[in-house]
């Protein structure tokens, strides 16, 4: 269904239609996988809007739709993974660009910055956006892109997307918000000023630990089109059976989302009152820093938490992390079932230790991406993990 049609209606109705219409040759209610590498075109260049699959495939125009539905943007393009979309952005810059980026933030995007992008002459400063004034202290005229997560990856940090969207725009520069963590069933950083919103769609938007995939949303044309340059131009981008699978898990994405949320809650406050654990990393606590913007700007706090315990060292980590029975040890999130993460070996072993380190990020953090499954068995398994 189009943006036109969805327009003004609730949210649950936009997710399941978004992108989908019936298929015109055969009614098929669900977007066909259009497993095809070329187009026959009835003469030099007349076709019938596709060329080459590289470039267009139905499955994906779908898909891109539906990405823009979900976050409130006029254009969506789907990639071969989240670093893929990233990486279509950072080659929005030029030698001698900055970016300014939170120095809490998924390790693979680290990795991406410093190892592959440093080198051609793009400058990344890293910050702790949660206060904006950090930012304002490192802009120059040669700031292009401000990146944010938030909430972050692991320490779950809330960044005041209003706040630096102004500081973006006073700058001349874009900002882009990855947000994988709080899908857009929870925020929409456009309605708060973003220029770009990338997601990792392996996570919640497909959420069943089955596809990788990546996207960006953005509203103004002129960066749809750059954008799509470097999309076609480099090739990075999914095929139609994986389209298919992002299609058929957005359908469920409220559903889903809503239960994550509610073991969330459940879990981050069984986790903050159990006599061994010494902190819990969530959004929702109402003492937490950021809590009042996280109520500004998303709809619910998620199912991402993470947790130290007071024996700070790795040994007392990984008995935990190698005791659970229903979450399962591996990297990734937004899931229907749980999983458990250690981000220091695992997610964000790209990040040097003393910067870890620095950023809060402690040898004995553990992370969990709380899935779907009853909430008592889930924090039975914890317990008897815990001890």
Known sequence: MSSENLAGK??????????????????AIM????????????????????????????????????YAILENGKYGLAFSSGVAATDAVIKLMNPGDEVIAASDMYGGTYRLFTKIFEKFGIKFIYVDTTSVDNIKAVVTSNTKLIWLETPTNPLMNITDIAAVSEVAKA???????????ASPYLQNPIDFGADIVMHSATKYLGGHSDVIQGCLAMNDHELREKLYLIQKSCGAVPGPMDCFLVLRGIKTLHVRMRQHCEN??????????????????????????????????????????????????IEAANKVLSATKIFSLAESLGGVESLINHPASMTHASIPREERIKNGLSDGLIRLSVGIEDAVDLIADLEQAIG
């Open 10 to 27: 609730g949210l649950a109705t936009r997710i399941i239609h978004a992108g989908a219409a019936p298929d015109p040759s055969t009614g």
């Open 31 to 66: 977007t066909p996988i259009f497993q095809t590498s070329t187009y026959v075109q009835t003469a030099p260049g007349q076709h019938k809007g596709y060329e080459y699959a590289r470039s267009q495939n139905p499955t994906r125009k779908a898909l891109e739709e539906a």
């Open 171 to 181: 700058a001349g520069a874009l900002l882009c918000v990855d947000n994988t963590f």
């Open 264 to 313: 969330g809650i459940l879990i981050a406050n069984w986790l903050r009152n159990h006599p061994k654990v010494a902190k819990v990393y969530w959004p929702g606590f109402e003492d937490n820093a950021g809590y009042a913007i996280a109520k500004k700007q998303m709809r619910g706090f998620g199912g991402m938490i993470s947790f130290t315990l007071k024996d700070e060292s």
